[in-house]
């Protein structure tokens, strides 16, 4: 792609880097077949290649971009399908997210937005304020009718209860079960610890299970991936040397071997912080030293060995692996968890169109909550596909995007293998078996059948015979599978 950047731009190091990827763009088109808003929407500018033509003119203008260039960018999911399929190399993620800083900088959005963007980037990444924040929105779901259409989306997805956090979050090391084998930072994270506080649990225990010692370093949290994508760089960044900072103490206190993420969205941007961070003097060193050590938790499983479960209670139990963007597209991880999940037992399928994106990513849900809807109804219609007994994912926001309107349980891969090695059962398992099985040969759209309950809200969703036709899918619920109807033999 030809470009138009003066020298005085290219001396700017965020421009002379994104020109290098624009510059490898051939115009192919191979990324609009696997782009999710171009799928949906079928405009050239809401595909990779549109977009990436609307942040050169951006970008090579020095000016704020236009209502409708915002538009289209806003509408991207970052879900990184395009550099998957891309075979020139084109560094999307960087291109964007650099597009993202422009706007941020540059474009005066509607006052609404700007509050609604402002109120994201500083209640989610702190999980004190965020759980005051789940609570409130628990009091406004009465309200819901009339709130502000902003608001809706936040509220809605708001779980009817909140999670009392996990005692293991209070201790700060975890000694290693046996003799230590290694010794590991995990990323304490934000919203996560708030909605589903079982996943850091289960991950400490199978670490520790397997000879590691967990360490949750003092001032380390957000990873700075939720302000970092809605452009709120001076926040992003701050967050990233707060956490270079707490794990450069700890590898300087008694040394550490890899450092951890369980949320696969926050682990892609832990392994670019060396990127982030190139260009500060103070910090450009150490965030390289912390990205080469960052893992996602089933790399060092995958190291370490499972341990042979004396009886995994869950053997057998057909297991649909949703593989997260950021897993399979940032990463580049999807066949390890499922190696993982199988052999511990589980009968793992993977999912029809597993490259689309379910519409979570990060905030996305919340921004773009109809096209998000869609996503999620696309996804669900895939995993239903498998007939699987549950869903297991490495990542909160597609938890919290898919198990609300799913009829199976959705679970963490790591709950899976901590269950499987001697660890409690996942507690969405068995809330699930506490509202009831479905039963053996029911009719999905019979009024007899399990009602799915859908996120945010103790109504049930209505049984499909009895929806309206016009009833708009965000509303429907699918049944994926049904339990086994005696326990799984051990």
């Keep these: 792609m030809r470009t138009d950047f003066t020298e005085e731009q290219r001396a700017d190091p965020d421009i002379a880097e994104s020109e290098k990827i624009l510059r490898k763009c051939t115009h192919c088109g191979f990324c609009t077949a696997t782009c999710p808003t171009y799928l949906l929407l079928g405009d050239e500018l809401d595909s990779p290649r549109g977009r990436i033509y609307l942040l050169k003119n951006m970008l090579a203008s020095g000016t704020a971009p236009s209502a409708e260039a915002v538009k289209h960018i806003d509408r991207c999911l970052s879900c990184l399908a395009c550099m998957t399929t891309c075979p020139s190399g084109v560094n999307y993620m960087h291109l964007v997210d650099h597009g993202r800083r422009w706007i941020e900088q540059t474009y005066r959005r509607p006052w609404s937005e700007r509050m609604l963007r402002r109120m994201l980037g500083t209640v989610l990444p702190q999980p004190a304020l965020f759980r005051l924040a789940l609570r409130a929105a628990a009091l406004a779901k009465p309200l819901l009718p009339v709130l502000p259409g902003s608001l809706k989306p936040m509220v809605a997805l708001a779980p009817p209860k909140i999670p009392v956090s996990a005692p293991a979050e209070r201790e700060r090391v975890h000694p290693a079960a046996g003799e230590r084998r290694m010794r590991v930072a995990l990323l304490p994270g934000c919203v996560q610890p708030v909605l589903a506080p079982e996943i850091n649990a289960a991950t400490i225990r199978l670490l520790t299970r397997h000879g590691c010692e967990v360490v949750i370093a003092a001032r380390s949290g957000c990873c700075g991936s939720l302000n970092h994508h809605l452009g709120q760089e001076r926040e992003a960044l701050a967050r990233a040397r707060a956490n270079v900072d707490a794990w450069e103490h700890e590898r300087a206190a008694g040394g550490l071997d890899a450092i951890l993420a369980n949320a696969s969205g926050c682990g892609t941007t832990l392994k670019d ?218």
């Design 273 to 490: 912080y060396g990127f982030m961070l190139r260009e500060d003097r103070a910090y450009a060193e150490k965030a390289a030293a912390v990205a080469a050590l960052a893992r996602d938790v089933s790399e060092l499983v995958s190291g370490l060995g499972l341990g042979a479960p004396a009886a995994n209670p869950g053997r057998g139990l057909r297991v649909a692996y949703h593989s997260a963007c950021s897993m399979q597209h940032g990463q580049r991880l999807h066949k390890l968890p499922m190696t993982l999940l199988a052999q511990v037992g589980f009968d793992v399928v993977e999912v029809p169109e597993g490259h689309l994106c379910c519409g979570s990513a990060g905030t996305y849900n919340l921004l773009q909550p109809d096209l998000a809807a869609r996503l999620r109804d696309r996804k669900l219609a895939n995993l239903a596909s498998t007939r699987a007994n549950l869903v297991a994912t490495g990542n909160i926001g597609c938890i919290s995007q898919l198990a609300g309107a799913s009829e199976v349980p959705v679970v963490h891969t790591v709950e899976l293998l901590d269950w499987a090695t001697g660890g409690p059962e996942p507690p969405a398992l068995k809330r699930y078996k506490g509202r009831g099985r479905n039963r053996a040969g029911t009719s999905h759209d019979s009024p007899s059948a399990a009602a799915p309950t859908m996120l945010g809200s103790s109504h049930p969703a209505a049984p499909a015979a009895s929806r309206s036709p016009a009833a708009p899918s965000s509303t429907q619920a699918t049944v994926i599978g049904s339990w086994p109807s005696s326990e799984p033999a051990a």
